[in-house]
């Protein structure tokens, strides 16, 4: 048996604020990183961060810090 349209929209919209909460802990532990990689204070970090809006630069951005951040050590 079929859920109802209203069921459906429930568990949509259910799935959907899981996914979102799921993507707000992702862009989280990201910044925390690109904190402690960027070598700056956490005003200044969630300034520059939150410019960067595309997820392919913030990830290129975080993969050449910490690299950099290896290579000093």
Known sequence: MRDSPK???EKFMSAVGRGLRTWTKIENAM???FTQVS???QHRATLIFAAIISLEVRLSILNTLRQTDKAEV
Request: aromatic fraction near 12%; charged fraction near 10%; charge should be negative.
């Open 39 to 41: 070598g700056t204070d």
């Open 31 to 33: 910044f925390l990183l």
């Open 7 to 9: 069921i459906q929209t």
